[in-house]
């Protein structure tokens, strides 16, 4: 099995267990977040996090099959990218600074970070991408799926009460 597929299954686990942690706690969780997590209901959150996943998944499978695609290379790297830095902000800072368990902190500290964090590097290593290229690509995908959110949520809701 080539690095580039490898990459993307190991992507696609850490991420499917990862939001499978927040799926279970996070929206009861966020009724008591205040500025951390605005309150969310649970169907609308599942739909919300069914539809990142699924793009995960896409991206990885398009990166594994297609890994010489500039944009696809760069949105693997940068949801990769961004999955890191979803580990510290909001998961980790929210659990220390609330001093309460955020959901998700547990899989983002002991799965995304260093198996993420090994991936951008084995592509830096390999000369695939370079640092800059990396933290360009993360701050656009992270742009992208925070913006995504508040009408995922929304369409959650319309197709949840549908």
């Known amino acids: 099995m080539s690095n580039t597929a490898s990459f993307s299954l190991l992507f ?5 267990i990862h939001n499978i942690e927040e799926g279970l706690w996070l929206p009861q969780w966020s009724k008591h977040a205040g500025k951390f997590h605005k309150s969310v209901e649970k169907e609308e ?27 696809i290379k760069y949105f693997f790297i940068g949801y990769v ?12 800072a929210a659990t220390v600074i609330m001093k309460r368990y955020a959901p998700g902190v547990i899989t983002a500290i002991v799965l995304n ?7 951008v590097k084995s592509v ?12 360009l690509s993360t701050g656009i995908v ?4 925070i913006a995504s959110l508040t009408p995922l949520f929304k369409l959650g809701r319309k197709v949840i009460n549908f």
């Open 45 to 71: 959150f599942h739909f919300s996090l069914i539809i990142l996943t699924v793009l995960a998944y896409l991206v990885s499978g398009l990166y594994m099959f297609f890994p010489q695609g500039q944009i």
């Open 81 to 92: 990218g961004t999955m890191i830095i979803n580990a510290i902000i909001p998961h980790f």
């Open 124 to 135: 830096i290593d390999n000369k695939s991408v370079n640092i800059y290229e990396v933290i």
């Open 113 to 119: 970070i260093p198996l993420n964090s090994l991936i």
């Open 142 to 145: 992270a742009a992208v799926l």
């Open 12 to 16: 696609m686990l850490t991420t499917t």
